[in-house]
Antibody, heavy 124, light 107 residues
Framework: QVQLVESGGGVVQPGGSLRLSCAAS????????MHWVRQAPGKGLEWVAF????????YYADSVKGRFTISRDNSKNTLYLQMNSLRAEDTAVYYC?????????????????WGQGTLVTVSS | SYELTQPLSVSVALGQTARITCGGN??????VHWYQQKPGQAPVLVIY???NRPSGIPERFSGSNSGNTATLTISRAQAGDEADYYC??????????FGGGTKLTVL
């Protein structure tokens, strides 16, 4: 079955960096766009970043643009999120999620499934 | 930027019908998706493209979308339906957007 497993979360000081990973299995990873979505404690869902199936296009929320970088290694079936210049407001559970359609521009499709999430805490 | 507005909370009596709204400018022209999130768990898709149910989601869950409002309807509400519900769309200028979420309480 389709499975997404995030890792790499932890506690980091303000201004620090962290790299999250999302290991995918059960589907042809190289055919699907992938998202990162986060959820601050007690808050709602916030979309963070998206990468096309082939890595050719990347999109970011304004709140993370210039600080976060999404990437993927299709040979390893793994999605990444490099987070730099971290701030207290980046504290959240970070989920990876698969775009439901394969191939090109179907951006208005849904997120399914989601990983279990990894917690990032930015604190001194 | 495109915004989605949801009520913070909705209450429903056991066995009755709950309706959760999602407001947005001309949202009827967009594909709306709904997710259920229970405490400590990842979100799960319950409705896609306005009114379609994924396999494994009970028929009690349905959706509609017209004008400036999309609606998730849960019929014959059960205690197990208590959760946070989020609507989501894609907008060409804002990219992917989630509503603020609605906490459903089954009384």
């Amino acid at each position: 079955q389709v499975q997404l497993v995030e890792s790499g979360g932890g506690v980091v000081q303000p201004g620090g960096s962290l790299r999250l990973s999302c290991a995918a299995s059960g589907f042809t990873f190289s055919s699907y766009g992938m998202h990162w979505v986060r959820q601050a404690p007690g808050k709602g869902l916030e979309w963070v970043a998206f990468i096309r199936y082939d890595g050719s296009n990347k999109y970011y929320a304004d709140s993370v643009k210039g600080r976060f970088t999404i990437s993927r290694d299709n040979s390893k079936n793994t999605l990444y999120l490099q987070m730099n210049s971290l701030r207290a407001e980046d504290t959240a559970v970070y989920y990876c999620a698969k775009l439901s359609c394969s191939g090109g521009s179907c951006y208005d499709n849904w997120f399914d499934p989601w990983g279990q999430g990894t917690l990032v805490t930015v604190s001194s | 930027s495109y915004e989605l507005t949801q009520p913070l909370s909705v209450s429903v009596a056991l066995g009755q019908t709950a309706r959760i709204t999602c407001g947005g400018n001309n949202i009827g022209s967009k594909n709306v998706h709904w997710y259920q999130q229970k405490p400590g768990q990842a979100p799960v898709l319950v409705i896609y493209r306005d009114s379609n149910r994924p396999s494994g989601i009970p028929e009690r869950f349905s959706g509609s979308n017209s004008g400036n409002t999309a609606t998730l309807t849960i019929s014959r509400a059960q205690a197990g339906d208590e959760a946070d519900y989020y609507c989501q769309v894609w907008d060409s200028s804002t990219n992917w957007v989630f509503g603020g979420g609605t906490k459903l309480t089954v009384l």
